[in-house]
């Protein structure tokens, strides 16, 4: 058996108005309508609009990691857009490449001895067949669907939920050229199978941000406020889909600052909330994190990561922003930081993020990136019944007596009477603006237990443990929120966190010498966990997509990793590949 028939990669590779994201969202749609796995990634460049884009997508039988950079089958629509992702597409030798029939000059990035040519004349088949040019995706999608063996039945019903929204004119018109593409190359025979109908299961379609979305809002998430930036706006689009039905507000903020500002304005009113940026945003809004730690509110960040620093890289992905998110910030403040490793993990993660924010009430982000925020995948539902619900803690009031009362300030929103008891987590019941008795001073400025101004430096002390006293019980609670694999005397021990993880995973189970420890929690981070896995490996490595090792670096300032462990990473915007992860142990001397 070919290993195309188990799993399949491809490449679409076009320019603005080729369409190739929709083909490859539809070929990802009729996958999963058969019963089978699979994952799609974009590539694209810093342009606003048009330009070159690639999209490629891997099917399996199985659950779907990564997808591949040697591809089995290559539509590309123009040669010279290839350039662009020379180090993301290798030819396999038995490669099908669909071309312009125009071109007849094969780049070297695509030659191989025993692949198939295709030419293809698509203005002359979207002219014959009347067809307008915005509908040369869907005419690929057929071509695409006869060449894989695909039923064309499957083609039509994906076609028909695409374009559900359309009027049955435009309906019509796309399922016509959907069948003039799979009549085109009906007598054509591919070198490969690909896979064909799995095993009959519950599956959605869904994007990292669009799974983070679904998350926030089922978790309770009631008001959005955000400024839209690559790689995170569809965080907003889908929550701006779904709040309708479930009551939540949005607004489009002007910037980032103005984000931020009301969803602690809205939490403080009751109410949960959030947001979503990438590393600039994440800059501008950091002040404002010190102010949600210092007022006690809770709120949720996600930051979905490129490469940086500045403008960087806008559209590629990177793990560069842990120490901001740790670290970032003038003063002592507490915050949580947490990272989903893929796109399944991004709804328990959330979950996770707002019972912290709620319980705990400090800001918690999350630390996705554009991997994880951009990539669809084919995944079987889940049910988040069991997830954690953190809900803050409200002030039980009476109703003062007379305005003297109610002057002199009965309610201690900071109070420090529990700070005996070495169980107390440093959270103090709430009470929502216009409860009756429960009037108080809130700003970032250093303040008394009532909330009123102080510049006293042993209170500012007292409050600094109270507000810390938030991490060691949040330390305590998520101790085991990570996940190990591999033999548990495994002599190697690997450390891999956020999208990495995925193919660090992928190559750990080519072996049986590596052991991969994954961290959910970042800060504050599981180390006991970590010192456990530890125990007995002879050699111990962290891989990760920046360029300094930031989480190294992390690992080694809280003492869990002494001068011995390998500082295995690289940035370049581009996510890991297999054979690169043994590249990097090999030349780390760990293999």
Sequence with gaps: MRHTEKILHLTL???????????????????????????????YGPQIRGGESAAHVTIGVEPVAITGVVKDLIVCFRFEYLSRFAQEITAAPHVALFHSAEETDIPVLLQTKEGMRV????????????????????????MVLRALGWDLGDGNACVSEVFSHKSSAVISSNL????????????LTLPFRGPRHGAAKQTTVISGNEACAEAAVDAGCRFYAGYPITPSSEILEKVYELFPAVGGRLVQAEDEIAAIG??????????????????????LMTEMLGLASMAEIPVVIVDCQRAGPATGLPSRMEQSDLWHAIYGGHGDFPRVVLAP???????????????????????????????????????????????????????????PGDIDALREGIYRRFDLAAA?????????????PGMP????????????????????????????????????????????????????????????????????QEYALTRDDIALFVPHMLHPFPARALQ????????????????????????????????????????????????EIGILLREGGLI
């Excluded at 698509?122 to 057929?142: D, M, S, Y």
């Excluded at 328990?348 to 995948?377: C, G, K, W």
Aim: charged share 20%; net charge neutral.
């Design 420 to 432: 005996v008891d070495d169980r107390w987590p440093g959270v103090n019941p709430v009470a929502i």
């Design 341 to 399: 490793t893929n796109i399944r993990d991004c709804y328990l993660t959330m979950f996770r993020a707002f019972h912290l924010a709620e319980t705990y009430q400090l800001p918690v982000l999350v630390l996705s990136d554009a991997n994880i925020a951009q990539r669809s995948e084919i995944i079987e539902k889940i049910d988040t019944r069991g997830f954690p619900r953190g809900e803050r803690a409200i002030a039980a009031l009476e109703t």
């Design 262 to 283: 009301m969803i602690i304005g809205a939490s403080w009113g009751g109410v949960k909330s959030m947001t979503a940026t990438s590393g600039p945003g994440l800059s």
């Design 437 to 504: 008795g429960g009037m108080h001073s809130i700003a970032g400025i250093e303040h008394t237990e009532r909330g009123t101004p102080s510049a006293d430096g042993a209170n500012h002390e007292r409050m600094n443990q109270k507000r810390f006293r938030k991490l060691m019980a949040i330390e305590r609670e998520t101790a085991e929120w990570c996940v190990t694999s591999g033999r548990a005397k495994a002599p190697i021990g690997l450390i891999a966190w956020g999208s990495c993880a995925g193919v660090v």
């Design 176 to 187: 016509r050229a959907l069948e003039v593409g799979y009549q085109h190359l009906e007598t």
């Design 532 to 579: 456990t896995f530890l125990e007995g490996r002879r050699t111990v490595g962290v891989i990760e997509m920046n360029f300094q090792g930031q989480l190294y670096h992390h690992l080694r300032g809280i003492g869990v990793l002494d001068g011995t462990a390998h500082n295995l990473r690289r940035s370049g915007g581009l996510p890991f590949q297999l054979d």
């Design 13 to 43: 590779v076009g320019s603005g108005g080729d369409g190739v994201m929709s083909t490859a969202s539809m070929l990802l749609r009729t996958a999963a309508r058969m019963g089978l796995y699979g994952m799609m990634t974009q590539s």
């Design 119 to 142: 030419p293809i004349p698509f203005q002359q088949i979207l002219e014959e067949a009347g067809l307008p040019e915005i509908a040369k995706n869907v005419v690929v999608f057929g």
